[in-house]
């Protein structure tokens, strides 16, 4: 598997198979415009190659990068099944993943129900991690519902990385992503 700086979370673009579709159009309304029988036409006919070959190079590379984040995934679920109590950082270094794409793909886990656990707000390390399997059922723990008006709220502050509210004053670690909240 090849991996690049910030492939997970800026390697797939929306944007790019919009211009490789483009190019692909242009490169088949090329050959559709032209008539065949034409003499010009075989000489003319070499810039639909060319855009064909950029469009379908622009597509086929965002289809790569879309399925190598598959294979990112499962580095880091095999990395918190051999390590359950690792940080971020120590996955990011075992592992190659740079920090930023390691949180994102924690977070992608998270919220796929792959992974389950916390980070300690004081070290940085998974506590209680469980990996799940995509698919497989999951209970849902009971919640106790207290209702709290908004003038008892505590004021929180919330994680750059993911936006979970902080409820220690002293901690330097997300419980929920591991982002160091203090640099």
């Known amino acids: 598997m090849k991996y690049e700086r910030n492939q997970y979370s800026e ?4 944007c790019s198979l919009i211009i490789g579709a483009l190019f692909l159009w242009w490169g088949l309304n090329h050959f559709y415009t032209n008539r065949i029988f034409d003499p010009s036409w075989w000489i003319w006919n070499w810039w639909g190659i060319i855009l064909l070959v950029i469009g379908l190079s622009i597509i086929g590379g965002q289809f790569a990068n879309l399925f190598n984040r598959s294979k990112l995934r499962k580095v880091v679920k095999q990395e918190f099944l051999q390590n359950p109590n690792a940080s971020v ?3 990011s270094k075992n592992t190659g993943i740079s920090v930023k794409d390691v949180r994102a793909i924690i977070l992608d886990l998270k919220a796929s129900g792959e992974l389950r656990g916390r980070f300690s707000s004081s ?3 998974m506590k209680y991690t469980e990996v799940q399997q995509k698919g497989m ?3 849902i723990p009971n919640q106790s519902s207290t209702k709290q008006t908004p003038s008892e709220e505590p004021k929180t502050n919330y994680c750059p990385n993911c936006g979970t509210p902080i409820t220690k004053e002293d901690a330097a670690y997300c419980q ?4 160091r909240l203090h640099e």
């Open 11 to 14: 390697g797939f673009s929306v």
């Open 89 to 91: 950082d120590e996955i």
């Open 123 to 125: 070290t940085g390390q």
């Open 137 to 139: 059922p999951q209970s």
């Open 176 to 179: 929920y992503c591991g982002a």
